[in-house]
């Protein structure tokens, strides 16, 4: 059964058709800036899965001078999936209305989290920074 998403205002609506790959908490200046709390959480899933049904056109992009593109609604600026240069689909965790069937796996760019911030207790690994590639095709074989 697919999972479902929206956005706040319920204009823009999508379909994800195949399972995720990995949910991710990042605690990176962009992520909490961009999802106005202690850290951004994402599903990450192959963009082949990412089914539009409403609102595309209402969804706009920023590419910052450095770093991700993020994507949101125009208008209720909630924070919506793109496309990654991988053809990966990110997720914001957030805006699912539907269980993905999957749990958040670790928490990544711990080192710059925000200073006000403390880390759940919740036993998922942790780094400073971006984990290693041996940890995502560790965590890809399941």
């Not at 689909?89 to 069937?101: E, F, K, N, Y």
């Not at 958040?104 to 006000?116: N, T, Y």
Request: proline share 8%; charged share 20%.
């Amino acid at each position: 059964m697919p999972c479902q998403g929206s956005c706040l205002c319920g204009q823009v609506r999508f379909e994800l058709h195949q399972p995720g790959i990995v949910i991710n908490h990042c605690h990176c200046s962009r992520c909490r800036k961009a999802s106005g709390a202690a850290w951004g959480s994402f599903l990450h899933v192959p963009g082949s899965a990412l089914v539009w049904l409403e609102g595309e056109a209402l969804v706009q992009g920023y590419q910052p001078k450095e770093g991700s593109a993020r994507a949101f609604c125009r208008i209720c600026g909630s924070c919506m999936p793109l496309l990654d240069e991988d053809g990966l689909a990110i997720v914001p965790a957030g805006s699912l209305d539907d269980d993905p069937g999957l749990r958040p796996a670790v928490h990544i760019f711990c080192g710059s989290r925000a200073a006000w911030a403390t880390l759940p207790d919740d036993g998922l690994p942790r780094f400073e920074a971006s984990p290693p590639d041996s940890f995502w095709q560790d965590l890809a074989k399941g």
